[in-house]
Structures are given as structure tokens and as C-alpha cells.
């Protein structure tokens, strides 16, 4: 019989011996680390290696937790007014007049007949305090007014209103002071030209009032005279306002 050769020096005639299996993993789950001998070409871990541990997940932080954000306001919405203490102290009252008004309404509707009787005398009441009213009423204040006798018109006033009224220029150049004259700016034949223009534009006088006249302190006096007629068949009022100087004559004509 051959010998068989054997790196582990089996004996002749016999097998050689066969290097224990490793174990087996369940099936479906990979065996340990270290359970095979390494493949060829990779050395193997040195004594006491220890492999690493598996990594384990780490969950993040959890953020810290924040207060609920308020919703964004407006800023255009206007800050809401405080309450007027005025209005507070008013309102109460108001709603207590308009509660009255509104029961007296509903009670009116239920007693037509004493609503009726009750409305009589307000009325009557209320009528008779504008009567009292009236009659306590003060009276006008003390006013003094002079009024004094109307003095007599002198000539030179006559003689000018009976010159208008005749439509005599002369008459009325007459009774007019030199210093008159030169402020009107006018001659007689002027006065005469205007008075025959009245005449024929149908001016009639048909009444003349002496309303007022009094003599001043510095020796002139003052009259006023309206004087009533037509022109042209149409009413017209005229007052004139006449001064009298201390030679007697006219010394100033104006129109009111």
C-alpha cells in the first residue's frame, strides 16, 4: 500500500485529518465576526481586536418648545378710543328718558281717553307760561330824546322852495349865500337852464313837509323838508337838507 502524505503527518493506510467545521448560523442571520478564517490575502485581526459596535441611531434635539405666535395686527386698524367719562355719565340717563318716552307711548295706546286728557293740559300749561312770560316781560329802557319846538323857516328858505315850485331861477339865486354860490360852481342862467328842463320833463310839487329843524350853537340853523311830486307821471319823494348861515342866506343844499 502507498503512504499517503499529509501535511499533518497521517500514517499510512490511513485518512487525513479533517480540520473542524465551523459553525453554522441560523439561517437567514450572518455569522459572528471571527467564525471564519480570514480569506486569502487579508491578515487577520491582531489579539484582543475588538470590532466595532454597531451605530445606533441618535434622534436630533428637540427644539425648544415656543409660545403660540399671536396673529399679526394691523397697522392701519386704529387703536381702539377710551371711553369718554362724559359720555358714560350720560348715557345712563339717556337710556332711562328714552325707556320713560317709550312706556309712555305703549300706556298712551292702551288709555287713548286719559292720553287725550293729560295732552289737553300741557298744552294748557305750556300756553300759559308764554302768556305769563310776555306780560313780566321788563319794558324797553329809559331813553332821552330831545325834541325840541320846530323854529320858525326863515325867508331865504321860503323864497327857494316857492323859486322851485315856479320854476323862477331868480328866486332861487336870490336866496342863496355868495360863498353857496361859488362852491356850487354854477351861474343864474345855469339854475334857470336846469329848472326849465324840469318844467318841461312834467315835474310837478304837489306837497312839501317841514320835517325837522333846530338852531345850532354857532349861530347857524338846520332844516330838513321832504318834498312829495311826479315826474313824468311817476310818484317821487325828495328830502332836502338845508343850512342857513348867520347872514340868513342858504350856505349849503344837499339831498337825503
Same mark, same amino acid.
Given at each position: 500500500?502507498?503512504?499517503?502524505?499529509?501535511?499533518?503527518?497521517?500514517?499510512?493506510?490511513?485518512?487525513? &485529518?479533517?480540520?473542524? %467545521? !465551523? #459553525?453554522? =448560523?441560523?439561517?437567514?442571520?450572518? *455569522? /459572528?465576526?471571527?467564525?471564519?478564517? +480570514? @480569506?486569502?490575502?487579508?491578515?487577520?485581526? &491582531?489579539?484582543?481586536? %475588538? !470590532? #466595532?459596535? =454597531?451605530?445606533?441611531?441618535?434622534? *436630533? /434635539?428637540?427644539?425648544?418648545?415656543? +409660545? @403660540?405666535?399671536?396673529?399679526?395686527?394691523?397697522?392701519?386698524?386704529?387703536? !381702539?378710543?377710551?371711553?369718554?367719562?362724559?359720555?358714560?355719565?350720560?348715557?345712563?340717563?339717556?337710556?332711562?328718558?328714552?325707556?320713560?318716552?317709550?312706556?309712555?307711548?305703549?300706556?298712551?295706546?292702551?288709555?287713548?281717553?286719559?292720553?287725550?286728557?293729560?295732552?289737553?293740559?300741557?298744552?294748557?300749561?305750556?300756553?300759559?307760561?308764554?302768556?305769563?312770560?310776555?306780560?313780566?316781560?321788563?319794558?324797553?329802557?329809559?331813553?332821552?330824546?330831545?325834541?325840541?319846538?320846530?323854529?320858525?323857516?326863515?325867508?331865504?328858505?321860503?323864497?327857494?322852495?316857492?323859486?322851485?315850485?315856479?320854476?323862477?331861477?331868480?328866486?332861487?339865486?336870490?336866496?342863496?349865500?355868495?360863498?353857496?354860490?361859488?362852491?356850487?360852481?354854477?351861474?343864474?342862467?345855469?339854475?334857470?337852464?336846469?329848472?326849465?328842463?324840469?318844467?318841461?320833463?312834467?315835474?310837478?310839487?304837489?306837497?312839501?313837509?317841514?320835517?325837522?329843524?333846530?338852531?345850532?350853537?354857532?349861530?347857524?340853523?338846520?332844516?330838513?323838508?321832504?318834498?312829495?311830486?311826479?315826474?313824468?307821471?311817476?310818484?317821487?319823494?325828495?328830502?332836502?337838507?338845508?343850512?342857513?348861515?348867520?347872514?340868513?342866506?342858504?350856505?349849503?343844499?344837499?339831498?337825503?
Amino acid at each position: 500500500m502507498g503512504d499517503t502524505l499529509s501535511p499533518y503527518g497521517s500514517g499510512p493506510g490511513g485518512s487525513a &485529518p479533517q480540520p473542524p %467545521a !465551523p #459553525p453554522q =448560523a441560523p439561517h437567514g442571520a450572518y *455569522p /459572528p465576526p471571527g467564525a471564519y478564517p +480570514p @480569506p486569502p490575502g487579508v491578515y487577520a485581526p &491582531p489579539p484582543g481586536y %475588538a !470590532p #466595532p459596535r =454597531a451605530l445606533a441611531a441618535v434622534a *436630533p /434635539p428637540s427644539a425648544p418648545a415656543h +409660545p @403660540p405666535m399671536e396673529p399679526p395686527q394691523d397697522r392701519y386698524t386704529p387703536d !381702539p378710543k377710551p371711553r369718554s367719562q362724559v359720555w358714560e355719565g350720560f348715557k345712563w340717563p339717556l337710556r332711562k328718558a328714552l325707556l320713560g318716552v317709550y312706556l309712555g307711548v305703549q300706556a298712551a295706546r292702551r288709555h287713548k281717553r286719559v292720553a287725550l286728557v293729560v295732552t289737553v293740559l300741557l298744552i294748557g300749561l305750556i300756553a300759559t307760561g308764554v302768556v305769563v312770560r310776555q306780560l313780566t316781560l321788563p319794558g324797553p329802557p329809559p331813553l332821552t330824546i330831545e325834541r325840541p319846538g320846530l323854529p320858525a323857516l326863515p325867508n331865504s328858505v321860503i323864497h327857494y322852495l316857492h323859486g322851485e315850485i315856479t320854476f323862477n331861477g331868480q328866486e332861487v339865486w336870490d336866496s342863496l349865500d355868495p360863498s353857496a354860490r361859488s362852491q356850487s360852481g354854477v351861474t343864474e342862467n345855469q339854475v334857470q337852464a336846469s329848472l326849465n328842463q324840469e318844467r318841461a320833463q312834467g315835474v310837478q310839487t304837489t306837497r312839501m313837509v317841514y320835517s325837522g329843524g333846530y338852531h345850532a350853537s354857532d349861530g347857524t340853523s338846520h332844516y330838513t323838508i321832504e318834498i312829495y311830486g311826479t315826474l313824468s307821471g311817476q310818484a317821487q319823494i325828495v328830502t332836502l337838507y338845508i343850512v342857513v348861515g348867520t347872514s340868513g342866506l342858504i350856505t349849503r343844499i344837499s339831498t337825503l
